[in-house]
C-alpha cells in the first residue's frame, strides 16, 4: 500500500520540520505552494508560523478559498500554534483584516500565553496518546476561549484547551514538529487514513 499523500502549507511557519515528522510516521509529504498541489492529498497540515502572514500569503497565492472549500469538504487537517488560529470560526486579538480557514467551531485568542519571552514547555497528558506526557513547546501560543458541543478537548493548560478534535480536525496551540516525539503527526495521520476522505472526481481546484 503506497504511502498517503499528506500536504503542509508551505507559505511560512514550520515547513520542513513537519514534512520531517509526517515523512517519519510514515506519511508521503508534499510541501503545497498552489491551488493544484492540494490535488490527491489524505491530508494537509498547516503549520506553526504567524498566523497573519499565513493569512495574507494564502490569499495572495490562491490558496485561501479551495483550502476552505476542502475543509468544508471533509480533508483532514491539523493545524499546529498559528494553524490552530486558522481552523478557529473566530480569533481574537487578531489583525482587523485577518481571516481564518475555520472549520472547528471555537474561538480562539492569539498569543495568549504571552509574548516571545513567555514561551515555556510543560509534559502534558493529551487524550488518545499512548506512553508518556508529551513534552508540549509553547511559543507566543494561542488558546481557545470557547468551544462548540461538536469539538473535543484533548488537552488543557491551566483550564484552558491547547488540543481539541472535530471531525476530521486537529488543533494544538503547541508545536510537536520541534520536540523529536512525533505521536500527535501519527495521530493526524491515522485521522487521514481512518477518515474516508476522497477528493471528489473531476474537481476543479480553483484559487478563487
Given at each position: 500500500?503506497?504511502?498517503?499523500?499528506?500536504?503542509?502549507?508551505?507559505?511560512?511557519?514550520?515547513?520542513?520540520?513537519?514534512?520531517?515528522?509526517?515523512?517519519?510516521?510514515?506519511?508521503?509529504?508534499?510541501?503545497?505552494?498552489?491551488?493544484?498541489?492540494?490535488?490527491?492529498?489524505?491530508?494537509?497540515v498547516?503549520?506553526?508560523?504567524?498566523?497573519?502572514?499565513?493569512?495574507?500569503?494564502?490569499?495572495?497565492?490562491?490558496?485561501?478559498?479551495?483550502?476552505?472549500?476542502?475543509?468544508?469538504?471533509?480533508?483532514?487537517?491539523?493545524?499546529?500554534?498559528?494553524?490552530?488560529?486558522q481552523?478557529?470560526?473566530?480569533?481574537?486579538?487578531?489583525?482587523?483584516?485577518?481571516?481564518?480557514?475555520?472549520?472547528?467551531?471555537?474561538?480562539?485568542?492569539?498569543?495568549?500565553?504571552?509574548?516571545?519571552?513567555?514561551?515555556?514547555e510543560?509534559?502534558?497528558?493529551?487524550?488518545?496518546?499512548?506512553?508518556?506526557?508529551?513534552?508540549?513547546?509553547?511559543?507566543?501560543?494561542?488558546?481557545?476561549?470557547?468551544?462548540?458541543?461538536?469539538?473535543?478537548?484533548?488537552?488543557?493548560?491551566?483550564?484552558?484547551?491547547?488540543?481539541?478534535?472535530?471531525?476530521?480536525?486537529?488543533?494544538?496551540?503547541?508545536?510537536?514538529?520541534?520536540?523529536?516525539?512525533?505521536?500527535?503527526?501519527?495521530?493526524?495521520?491515522?485521522?487521514?487514513?481512518?477518515?474516508?476522505?476522497?477528493?471528489?472526481?473531476?474537481?476543479?481546484?480553483?484559487?478563487?
Amino acid at each position: 500500500m503506497p504511502a498517503p499523500t499528506v500536504g503542509v502549507l508551505a507559505v511560512q511557519g514550520d515547513v520542513r520540520e513537519h514534512l520531517e515528522a509526517l515523512r517519519a510516521v510514515g506519511a508521503d509529504p508534499r510541501p503545497v505552494r498552489r491551488p493544484a498541489e492540494l490535488d490527491g492529498l489524505a491530508g494537509l497540515v498547516i503549520p506553526g508560523g504567524e498566523s497573519t502572514t499565513i493569512d495574507r500569503l494564502s490569499r495572495i497565492f490562491g490558496l485561501h478559498a479551495p483550502v476552505q472549500e476542502l475543509i468544508r469538504q471533509g480533508l483532514p487537517v491539523y493545524g499546529s500554534c498559528a494553524g490552530m488560529i486558522q481552523l478557529a470560526g473566530q480569533i481574537l486579538d487578531g489583525h482587523p483584516e485577518q481571516r481564518s480557514f475555520g472549520g472547528i467551531d471555537m474561538t480562539v485568542r492569539r498569543n495568549a500565553f504571552g509574548r516571545q519571552v513567555d514561551s515555556f514547555e510543560v509534559d502534558l497528558p493529551v487524550v488518545g496518546m499512548d506512553g508518556d506526557p508529551f513534552r508540549a513547546v509553547f511559543i507566543r501560543a494561542p488558546w481557545v476561549e470557547r468551544l462548540g458541543e461538536e469539538v473535543e478537548v484533548l488537552a488543557e493548560v491551566d483550564g484552558h484547551p491547547v488540543a481539541v478534535r472535530q471531525g476530521s480536525l486537529l488543533a494544538t496551540s503547541f508545536h510537536p514538529e520541534v520536540t523529536g516525539d512525533h505521536r500527535v503527526h501519527a495521530l493526524f495521520l491515522d485521522m487521514c487514513l481512518t477518515s474516508g476522505w476522497h477528493l471528489p472526481a473531476g474537481q476543479v481546484l480553483s484559487g478563487g
